[in-house]
């Protein structure tokens, strides 16, 4: 009982101890707060960092796979004309988060008191912000600019959205400002003055072609700046075409390869085995999940290697598989298997197999390694010199101002790679090609004609599934080129084929009855399942349902039904 | 195996019966009665150190047969009396007094901070004793408990030794989360980490007045684990063991028929791309149906092109699964000591191969306890306690670019029946469509890929309790737990053969990944108790105190490539550094918390609780918070108008609380404006850039959620407490959920700011029965003891800012785990049928793109483009010529409808124990009365989920549709093109829609206890043999298939996640184990 009072005393000085008012003071130590950041070059550096995974990664080379360039197993339904309108909110590329990321960094950066590093990181934040709106103007039409962080209580979340013009000029201004402002360097994984001029060049083209072919105002000075643009980079010497391996190797050669370098590539995304891996080459073989085919008319668009038309042959659309694909432009079997074709790496032919292909044309262009085919780790370019030859030549053709010299120093040099005869202007504006003039209905018939189907032939074939055709045939306003024929290999009759002449059938067309395939056979048709157009003889017809396109309404992406109810201001794009 | 283990039963039993063999004569009659002369049926009568005795009948009188009357002791006892020896010498006719026992009245549970008398509880609490769960042999004491305390609903998701069940009590309390609190002797602990030999009592605390002490960290209820410490007396030395094998719940016998395999596989991917798998023509497909019977040995062919045909009889499971894991337990403790010392040490060792029979997995828990409680005088009390847990394990796996476990490298995977598991010793891994395959088996073959897991933990808790006078305590304890835990992944290359041209080829990366966690918890307890009696019959008891904790941790990784030694993983052997990276956590709270209780008469009971927290995951100014609980009850037998009924009837007990808790878990630091710092997955020339990410927009408040809860309870004791029943209805209303605010468009850039603004309403009830008694049986007594629980809840969302109504969040009104789907109307039974509902759309490719996406886009399967016969039939239940879900707004569903319940509805559980001449014999069962399921996952749907998967159920193709048999589900043909979102098996329908409810005995041991008489020749006290067996029979309530355990489909839902309530398991884990056991029990 004496000892009461001591314990006591013991007990409340532990208690009172511990009651510093600090004890629920806890601040992190693996964060750092927003307010003590952004003092150093080194802090705008790996701010702008978390901006480039805003760049895509592989999914430049499958947005074609939803285009008239490839028909899937299962059809899309951009294609089909069955797009929905996405409800929740932020769907459907009505995205904005990226945009508050790099708005919050543009508030904050001006800290910092080194000039140099505010013009690089300001330059490569402006960069992603062109970039991000640039998307969403190809989606959506007008969209409302935000150039600043919006608070929970902003009226500004509420407001219409702004006009074309004024978001696309300050898409111009923030390119510039970036090419204004960071340094000249060549740099294969980052954002450099040389991939704003690119970017720019991009934009500036579908922005010109866009309003010239859906009649909106200004088109001329967008089209100026895209040639503007393309030629700067032309004339900086910085990056030349890749030709290693030659006419018959290089061009497939570039964008197999585990490492890009910075030849051609201006900007590429790497992957590393050990690292960061993608699934392409999974995509590309896996029966179930590729069945990607190359669509017939631009497997006719390739020239002859003479430079003569193939659709000018006689009896092109019943020439075999052999034949076909004898005499062509080299690019044609450096996109799709050809007879003799091998995996890279190795020098065994492949047996033909029609089974992971809808239209029987598989296409191996960045096709990797057989080690990559389920997990792949080759690099992916996002930006390569020669879209800027094309986007030059292309945009002289539709301002008009386009001379044979022009053409030399863009759209031959790519012939020149694959040692093709040169595009002459003159003969191509002579006689416009039909077979063209067939799939771009909305070519103007003045005297570029020709030379603009030429100049689209060129991109469609050089720039083949990487992620561009869908936008090409927004900005020609050529929707309804989605509701052609999308076909595939031709056959006279039932009956055995040899593919790569070597004397062995490895093709048997039959009409459920497989039992006569001669030894050898490795791919079995059944015109039961996999139809062709005139029952027993014919193309494939993989997709004999079509394409839809509804002219009122699929240029542009609805927005989400949850976003239109949150914000009464904001309307739905036409008819959706 | 199992005929083994049966053998050992039948030469055990025979064991038992010869030793009751041997008996003699000299007869004693006797009558048993209370201090007021009542006579006392069933008192047990027991001959002292054998098993022999018998019950006194209807008058209390008894007859019995010594063996040696002379020298014999006879034991009476009898529930809430005190036992009593009585030695017989020369007496024939003994006249018997018991005594009533006031202690087992004053029977005790725990509560925060103390006990309290069971008498005097007002709060729902529910405890159980380590007796009557120590027969079961559990490895884990949260799997023990399942069922046997209502309201505290335990979850196993997987067999996985090393996986942690879901625990809850009364169903989820806050959308965003969290678990009860668990307190292993007052520290925060891990359930799953507590020796379950040396646990005495665990108690749960359910209601916010019994919660209210823990304040904030009592949201979701606390469960607490006392652990023996020990007493002062003789030495006691008890040891146990257990040998287990455990084998899977569920059937096993996948297809491996290569014939019917080929046919499946062939059929599923015809379906969607118009292929074949196999390259089977008709002189193969003779040949494999050769192999297939055994008339022709497996062999493979080469063809013209080099590629090879394969025909194979593989069983895939039986290469890569084992049929029975082994596993072995045991366990040692010593306890006692004098007045002024005695302490408690124990010891356990426990260890399982897994499942993987490739390469032999192991997990091993090693747990160390020490307890020394020293009393220097009358007023002072010191202890220390020591817990030492050392948990490894190790499991291989692999494939071809990186790790992935037996689940998903291999079952996954193609590995066809049909296609060998090696060619001339070397693991083969064909691959899909011989395309070349990932080589998980190869993988763990090879031994080289693996991840070892390791954590150790210690805890030290040091106690000082003084007594300065008989009514007032004084406590203080200290605790440290320091964690360790190091888990690495080794890669490592290999060989195996692969595609159809059969090469060998060197597969892996070469890698190793370090991972290491060092957490330190301290925690600080000071509280002291005063006990007041006034005027005799007006009992006060005052509790004050006070709590602190705090967590810091630190977190390290590291990874090397390039490892230059194939056997070693140590990052020394690395020559590219791959990943360095760190990260850290802290937190702290603080708590005073007072308990006043006062009865009158023991009869009217009230007690008040208080805590007034303040947590550093909360801005200064919200950063305490109070909460009171209130709650009283009524002894209604200790009513003098009662007592005609007390015969009968003789406890009632009327109860009723209210009371207020907090929530504080959500994440850290979300009140301040940080950038958080991370490795991005854009590489600069091969490496990752480092970046800082834009911070979060702010919370506009971040304060407590609220916990309010309404209690009413009903105690019964009937027959002198021989029955009892226990009921209790409760409410809790979860308010101030800290949840994203008013939706804002989506061009605000982020999530919205949170706020605390939800509300949540639990209801539900709880009933409990026990029934112990005491029986005549062949002339010797049989003890019984029997429990029963059943309880029930349901969670509505009563408060939730959804204007708009949108279904992919929660609105108001909304029962918790409802599902909506598809009302089916069977399936088409002819192509005709199915055309012709089809064609009555205006545009099926978009009117029925919701539903039936793929089969109707295929492109390059004519035959298969449409729908045909055996498909499912949507119906178009809104009329508007669309199957879809409309806006997905609660004003537009569409054709979605609510068709069930994903929540188990009426979880329930018994317990049966029964003693009879040394033998034991216990039976625990569990189970859930109803439970919604969509079916999701490859075990169920095989090849309609991928047409290549490498295990496909017999009962699944049994029953796809052929026009013989209707079946269940849409010919195989539909394979790839029905799962998946969008498609016709996927979306969730009342079609496939199954009830998991399910009975389960989670135990049944038998055991001997060999008489103390034999056993003290050899000092002895106690020896027992037993052998047990864990989830040994399962009764299914629905028609899931038996390749589905009931129990594992419901794992789905998260008790910690209610937004997982119509979560979808796929089932793609360790299966859940059945096991059989033996084992022994020696006390010295």
């Not at chain 1, 019943?318 to 091998?342: H, I, K, N, S």
């Not at chain 1, 103007?444 to 030379?451: A, D, M, Q, W």
């Not at chain 2, 009413?712 to 009921?727: C, E, M, T």
């Amino acid at each position: 009982m004496k000892h009461l009072p001591f314990l006591c005393l013991i007990i409340f000085t532990l208690f009172l101890s511990s009651c510093d008012d600090d004890f629920l003071e806890r601040p992190p130590k693996d964060q750092v707060d927003a307010q003590f950041f952004f003092n150093t070059a080194k802090d705008l550096e790996v701010a702008t960092n978390a901006f480039y995974t805003m760049l895509p990664g592989k999914e430049v080379y499958t947005d074609d796979s939803s285009s008239d360039n490839v028909v899937t197993l299962i059809a899309t339904d951009r294609v089909k004309g069955t797009r929905s309108v996405p409800t929740q909110r932020g769907s459907g590329g009505w995205s904005w988060s990226n945009l508050r990321d790099i708005n919050f960094f543009l508030e904050n950066y001006t800290k910092v008191e080194d000039e140099d590093a505010k013009k690089l990181y300001g330059g490569i934040a402006r960069f992603f912000r062109a970039y991000f709106y640039f998307d969403k103007v190809k989606n959506f039409g007008d969209v409302p600019w935000y150039s600043k962080v919006l608070d929970a209580g902003d009226e500004d979340l509420y407001k219409a959205r702004d006009s074309r013009e004024l978001v696309m000029d300050s898409i111009m201004a923030d390119i510039n400002y970036a090419i204004e402002n960071i340094p000249e360097e060549v740099a294969l994984n980052r954002v450099t003055k040389y991939t704003a001029l690119m970017l720019k060049a991009r934009i500036a083209l579908f922005e010109g072609t866009f309003r010239k072919y859906h009649n909106i105002a200004g088109h001329a000075a967008f089209l100026e700046d895209a040639a503007e643009a393309s030629e700067a980079l032309m004339n900086s010497g910085a990056y030349t075409l890749y030709t290693t391996g030659g006419a018959q190797a290089a061009y497939r050669n570039l964008f197999s390869r585990n490492d890009q370098d910075a030849i051609e590539t201006i900007l590429a995304r790497d992957f590393d085995r050990e690292k960061e891996t993608h699934n392409l080459g999974y995509l590309m073989t896996a029966p179930t999940q590729g069945a990607y085919g190359v669509a017939k008319d631009l497997i006719n668009s390739y020239l002859n290697a003479d430079g003569s038309r193939f659709t000018d042959t006689p009896g092109y659309a019943t020439m075999g598989y052999y034949q076909e694909m004898q005499q062509r432009d080299p690019r044609l079997v450096q996109t799709t298997a050809g007879p003799a074709f091998t995996v890279n790496g190795e020098s065994e032919e492949e047996p033909v197999t029609l089974n992971g292909t809808t239209t029987g044309y598989r296409i191996v262009k960045a096709l990797p390694t057989r080690d990559q085919w389920n997990a792949a780790y080759y690099d992916v370019i996002i930006f390569r010199y020669a879209e800027a030859l094309l986007i030059y030549a292309e945009a002289k053709a539709e301002l008009g101002t386009l001379a044979q010299a022009d053409l030399d120093i863009s759209i031959n040099r790519l012939r020149d790679r694959v040692n093709m005869p040169h595009l002459n202007m003159s003969d191509a504006n002579a006689h416009p090609d039909p077979y063209q003039e067939a799939m771009y209905a909305n070519v103007e018939s003045g005297t570029n004609k020709g030379v603009i189907l030429e100049i689209r032939r060129e991109r469609r074939i050089e720039l083949f599934n990487e992620g561009l055709r869908w936008d090409d045939l927004m900005r020609w306003k050529e929707g309804k080129k989605v509701e052609k024929p999308m076909l595939g290999l031709y056959f006279p009759s039932l009956g055995a084929f040899d593919f790569n002449n070597d004397g062995i059938a490895d093709v048997y067309v039959h009409d459920g009855d497989a039992s006569g395939a001669p030894i050898g056979v490795t791919s079995l048709i059944n015109v039961q399942q996999r139809t062709l157009t005139n029952g027993n003889s014919g193309n494939l017809n993989p997709f004999s349902e079509g394409g839809s396109f509804d002219e009122s309404k699929d240029y542009y992406y609805p927005i989400p039904l949850e976003d239109l109810a949150l914000n009464s201001n904001l309307n739905q794009n036409p008819n959706w | 195996m199992r005929s083994k283990n049966l053998q050992k039963i039948c030469l055990f039993i025979g064991f038992v019966l010869a030793l009751q063999s041997y008996a003699q004569n000299a007869q004693v009659v006797g009558e048993i009665k209370d201090q007021e002369q009542q006579p006392i049926p069933g008192v047990t009568v027991l001959i002292k150190g054998t098993q022999k005795g018998t019950i006194s009948d209807f008058d209390g009188k008894f007859t019995l047969v010594l063996p040696d009357a002379e020298n014999d002791v006879l034991v009476f006892s009898f529930i809430g009396y005190k036992s009593q020896e009585v030695k017989v010498a020369s007496q024939t006719n003994l006249q018997i007094v018991l005594e009533e026992d006031s202690e087992s009245l004053e029977e005790v549970v725990i509560v925060g901070y103390g006990t309290q008398k069971k008498e005097n509880l007002t709060g729902a609490t529910s405890q159980i004793e380590a007796k009557d769960i120590a027969l079961r042999p559990s490895a884990d004491i949260s799997t023990a408990l399942q069922g046997l305390l209502p309201g505290l609903n335990i979850q196993v998701n997987s067999g996985d030794p090393s996986a942690t069940p879901d625990i809850n009590i009364r169903g989820f309390n806050s959308i965003n989360g969290g678990s009860p609190l668990v307190l292993v002797d007052g520290i925060v602990g891990d359930i799953t980490r507590v020796n379950p030999q040396d646990i005495k009592s665990v108690t749960v605390l359910k209601d916010a007045a019994s919660a209210a002490i823990y304040g904030a960290r009592g949201a979701f209820g606390v469960i607490l684990i006392t652990t023996k410490t020990g007493a002062s007396g003789e030495m006691q030395v008890s040891y146990t063991n257990n040998f287990a094998w455990t084998t899977t719940t569920t059937r096993t016998d996948y297809i491996s028929d290569p014939y019917v395999y080929g046919k499946t596989i062939d059929a599923a991917i015809f379906g969607y791309n118009g292929t074949s798998f196999t390259g089977y023509n008709d002189n193969d497909w003779e040949t494999i149906q050769g192999v297939a019977n055994g008339t022709i040995e497996p062999f493979h062919q080469e063809q013209p092109n080099g590629t090879n045909k394969f025909f194979y009889k593989t069983d895939w499971y039986e290469h890569l699964f084992k049929k029975w894991q082994p596993s072995q337990n045991h366990n040692i403790s010593i306890s006692g000591g004098s007045d002024k010392l005695h302490g408690y040490l124990s010891g356990r060792v426990y260890n399982r191969e897994t499942i993987n029979n490739v390469q032999d997995g192991e997990l091993e828990r090693n747990n160390l306890k020490t307890t020394l409680t020293f009393k220097p005088n009358t007023w002072l009390e010191l202890s220390n306690n020591v817990l030492f847990n050392r948990e490894q394990s190790k499991e291989y796996g692999g494939y071809r670019s990186g790790y992935g476990g037996i689940w998903s490298t291999t079952t996954w995977y193609d590995l066809a029946a049909f296609y060998p598991s090696e060619i001339d010793g070397i693991p083969a891994d064909i691959g899909r469509s011989g395309n070349g395959g990932q080589g998980g088996h190869a993988a763990m073959a090879a031994a080289g890929n693996y991840r070892a897991f390791n954590t150790e933990e210690f805890t030290n808790t040091f106690r000082v309790k003084v007594t300065p006078t008989k009514d007032l305590e004084l406590n203080f304890d200290y605790s440290n737990r320091i964690t360790n835990t190091a888990n690495s992944y080794r890669l490592n290359e290999f060989e195996y053969i692969s595609s159809s041209r059969l090469n060998l080829q060197t597969a892996g990366l070469n890698r190793l990944t370090e991972y290491r966690w060092r957490n330190y918890y301290k925690a600080m307890n000071v509280f002291g108790s005063y006990t007041k009696q006034v005027a005799d019959n007006h009992n006060f008891k005052l509790l004050l105190g006070y709590n602190q904790e705090d967590y810091e941790e630190d977190n390290v990784l590291a990874e090397q490539g390039g490892l230059l030694i194939r056997d070693e993983s140590n990052l020394s052997f690395g020559t590219e550094l791959l990943r360095a990276d760190g990260s850290a956590q802290l937190w702290a709270v603080q708590g005073f918390f007072g308990r006043f209780n006062y009865d009158y008469k023991n009869k009217y009971l009230l007690e008040v609780n208080a805590r007034y927290d303040g947590s550093s995951r909360f801005p200064e100014d919200s950063r305490w918070g109070f909460f009171p609980s209130i709650s009283a009850g009524w002894q209604l037998n200790k009513e003098e108008f009662w007592d005609p009924l007390s015969a009968t009837v003789n406890t009632v007990k009327l109860r009723a609380s209210y009371g207020e808790l907090g929530n504080q878990s959500i994440g850290v630091n979300t009140f301040q404006s940080l950038m958080g710092m991370g490795q991005s997955s854009w590489l600069d020339g091969g490496d990752r850039l480092n970046y800082v990410s834009a911070p979060g927009p702010l919370p506009r408040t971040v304060s407590w959620e609220t916990t309010k809860s309404l209690d009413f309870g009903i105690d019964l004791g009937f027959f002198k407490n021989r029955l009892n029943a226990s009921f209790d209805w409760y409410e809790k209303n979860v308010e101030g959920m800290y949840l994203p605010g008013t939706p804002l468009p989506a061009v605000f850039g982020a999530s919205e700011p949170k706020e605390n603004l939800a509300s949540l309403r639990n209801r539900g009830f709880e009933l409990s029965l026990n029934y112990r008694n005491n029986f005549s049986l062949g002339g010797s007594p049989l003890s019984l003891s029997a429990s029963a629980t059943l309880s029930n809840f349901k969670g509505i969302i009563t408060k939730y800012e959804n204007p708009e109504g949108l279904m992919s969040s929660y609105w108001e009104g909304q029962e918790l785990g409802v599902i909506y789907g598809y009302h089916i109307d069977g399936q088409f039974q002819s192509d005709e049928e199915a055309l012709a509902y089809q064609n009555s759309f205006a545009n099926p490719s978009s009117d029925l793109s919701q539903v039936y996406r793929y089969i109707l886009n295929i492109v390059q399967n004519s035959e298969w483009n449409k729908l045909r016969a055996g498909d499912i039939k949507y119906v178009d239940t809104d009329g508007d010529g669309k199957i879809d879900k409309g806006n997905y707004t609660l004003d537009d569903h569409g054709d979605l409808q609510p068709i069930g319940n994903a929540m188990p509805k009426f979880p329930f559980g018994f317990n049966i124990n029964a003693a009879w001449k040394g033998i034991d014999l216990s039976i625990a069962g569990a189970g859930v009365g109803k439970q919604n399921w969509y079916p999701t996952g490859d075990i169920y749907w095989g090849p309609y989920q991928r047409p290549y998967l490498t295990l496909v159920r017999k009962d699944l193709v049994d029953q796809a549709w052929t026009s013989d048999s209707p079946g269940q589900y849409p010919q195989i043909y539909r394979g790839y093109s029905s799962l998946g979102a969008g498609r016709s098996l996927y979306e969730m329908n009342d079609h496939y829609l199954q009830n998991i409810g399910y009975l389960r005995i989670k135990n049944l041991t038998l055991g001997y206890t060999i008489p103390e008489k034999l056993t003290a020749k050899f000092n002895i006290d106690r020896l027992r043999f037993y052998v047990s067996g864990e989830n040994i029979l399962t009764w299914r309530f629905g028609d899931l298939t038996k390749y589905v355990d009931p129990e594992q489909a419901g794992s789905a839902i998260n008790y910690s996640s209610p937004g997982s309530a119509v979560g979808r398991a796929n089932l793609r884990s360790y299966p859940m184990g059945k096991t059989w056991s033996m084992g022994l029990n020696i006390s010295l």
